[in-house]
């Protein structure tokens, strides 16, 4: 003899471990993105370290440092939502059998992680800009 709400939850085993997995991947996912693009801001930022140099060496300020890498990022991520919002839309249609409660276009969650993506890929952005910033034009120079 079960009680309803045993008989409900080994039911559901199942469906809660694929939600949990997916959860789980979704979080290492977002984290080797953000370490992707972290990795290749702080490369370019390497690469184009003699033009900041020179740049900063001719009197540019340290906004206009941080500005012309940051403007870099905001194309990154604007391409990125270009082609991803379209590409998720057509793939939750394919993943709506297995969502339970929450519609698959759902307006508030596409939104909603939309924008933690920005924020987390413009801060991945942000830290290598403030790095080259602080760059000293003398070793940059005297380096190349």
């Not at 249609?93 to 759902?106: E, F, K, T």
């Amino acid at each position: 003899m079960k009680t309803l709400e045993r008989q409900l939850d080994e039911s559901l085993v199942t469906e809660r471990l694929v939600a949990t997995l997916s959860s789980v991947f979704g979080a290492l996912a977002t984290l080797l993105a953000i370490i992707g693009l972290y990795g290749v801001m702080a490369y370019m930022v390497t690469r184009r370290s003699r033009e900041i140099g020179i740049r900063m060496a001719l009197g540019a300020l340290a906004g206009n440092v941080v500005w012309l890498v940051m403007r870099e990022v905001l194309l990154l991520v604007g391409i990125g939502i270009a082609v991803g919002l379209p590409a998720a839309f057509a793939v939750t249609r394919l993943a709506s059998s297995q969502l339970y409660g929450v519609s698959a276009n759902d307006p508030f969650a596409m939104a909603a992680a939309t924008l933690l993506l920005a924020t987390v890929a413009l801060l991945a952005g942000y830290i290598p800009a403030r790095r080259a910033a602080a760059y000293d034009p003398v070793r940059v120079l005297r380096y190349e």
